[in-house]
């Protein structure tokens, strides 16, 4: 149940402080990371920005104990809005270094980025810059329309670029995966704790916050929203779930499992990064994608997912792609609601990178033990 962008209107790219330092040019393009998709969109991320770099930091105070109780899908949103960040700065004529935080700190920081010189960009993430404001999740059926050919291998390629793995679901293995969600939604959906938490996060979609998901963002009316906490406590719709979740699975036309080699904090951060690239094209494509995350939320699932699709990695997402109908885009706080600290004085405790990055690097290697990390490096 990742949830999109935005209730704030996309930046204007004209409003750029090309007359300004780093530092300002830097807050301009955290309005561009705000829009990246997070678990019941909590937009669990805060930014400090110290001259030419920003550290980018994981909220626990935005966590999920249920449904996420390791912070795994918390850390891939924070990957997802680097990724965003690192596109705008591209797109405005910037280079950027980055370094993967690959331990928990106590500060939350999970990444820090810095803007380089000017640099030309590539068309194709000319093409993924231009979706950022557009991407959107789609919890609604999607119609029967195959995907354009050859736009899968293009995501593959994409996520293997990043250094993670997206691997189709096979026909013969789409029973067995449509079976795990179903009983992932009877898991989730039969504790009580799991059904309050998620109804924490809905609200009316008058109700003027600034996260969390509105009522029309998961098909309900204003009405419906407002008696959530109390139906969540009082019924248990897990039977109901799973089977329309079972019936979606087995209808899509393309689902696909995202994993890493590893699981830790920063095999989380690369997956959150390859799966916004790959929104992201999937966007530019004109299509949608939509989650069925209940297998990978579930501790005792995730292993037969592995074992149905036979992937040796660690499935981190499970993805449907396909057309749906147009969908409303979803709150966003501003950046002065996530921006804890402005300094125009840098701050350098120890260089990001070994070499020069590409304009937008392939992949980020995540940093061990305080080493530089050198972006574009082979996976």
């Not at 309050?196 to 600034?210: K, N, Q």
Request: proline share 9%; charged share 25%; glycine share 8%.
């Amino acid at each position: 149940m990742f949830v999109d962008a935005q209730a704030l209107p996309a930046p204007d790219p004209r409003a750029f402080p090309s007359w300004g330092g780093p530092t300002e040019r830097l807050r301009f393009l955290l309005a561009y990371a705000v829009l990246a998709p997070s678990r019941h969109n909590t937009q669990p991320w805060w930014f400090e920005v110290r001259g030419d770099e920003v550290g980018l930091h994981a909220d626990g105070a935005r966590a999920l104990p249920e449904v996420d109780p390791d912070g795994r899908e918390l850390v891939m949103a924070c990957g997802a809005a680097l990724a965003n960040l690192r596109l705008a700065a591209a797109h405005f004529g910037h280079a950027t270094s980055a370094e993967i935080i690959g331990t928990h700190r106590r500060d939350g920081l999970v990444a820090r980025v810095r803007l380089e010189e000017h640099r030309a960009l590539s068309p194709e993430d000319e093409e993924l810059f231009q979706a950022i404001p557009r991407r959107r999740t789609n919890r609604l059926p999607l119609d029967g329309r195959e995907p354009p050919e050859g736009l899968v291998t293009r995501l593959l390629r994409e996520a293997r670029a990043e250094g993670a793995w997206l691997r189709p679901v096979e026909a013969h293995q789409r029973r067995a995966v449509a079976e795990l969600v179903a009983e992932g939604d009877r898991r989730q959906w039969a504790n009580p704790r799991f059904r309050a938490e998620l109804a924490g996060w809905i609200h009316p979609s008058g109700s003027g916050r600034r996260d969390g998901m509105p009522a029309y963002a998961v098909g309900m009316s204003d009405a419906a929203a407002r008696l959530q906490p109390l139906v969540a406590r009082l019924s248990n719709p897990a039977r109901a779930e799973a089977e329309r979740d079972r019936r979606r699975t087995l209808a899509s036309k393309a689902l696909l499992v995202l994993s890493t080699a590893h699981d830790g904090l920063a095999e989380w951060m690369v997956a959150g990064i390859a799966l916004q690239r790959i929104l992201l094209r999937a966007t530019a494509a004109g299509l949608t994608v939509a989650y069925f995350n209940q297998p990978v939320e579930q501790d005792g699932l995730r292993g037969p997912l592995r074992e149905a699709v036979g992937d040796p990695g660690m499935p981190q997402l499970l993805l449907r792609l396909g057309y749906g109908p147009e969908v409303r885009p979803t709150p966003r706080r501003t950046v002065d609601e996530v921006l804890r600290r402005l300094d125009a004085v840098p701050v350098r405790p120890a260089p990001l990178v070994l070499r020069r990055a590409p304009p937008v690097s392939p992949m980020v290697q995540p940093a061990a033990a305080g080493a530089a990390v050198a972006p574009g490096a082979p996976a």
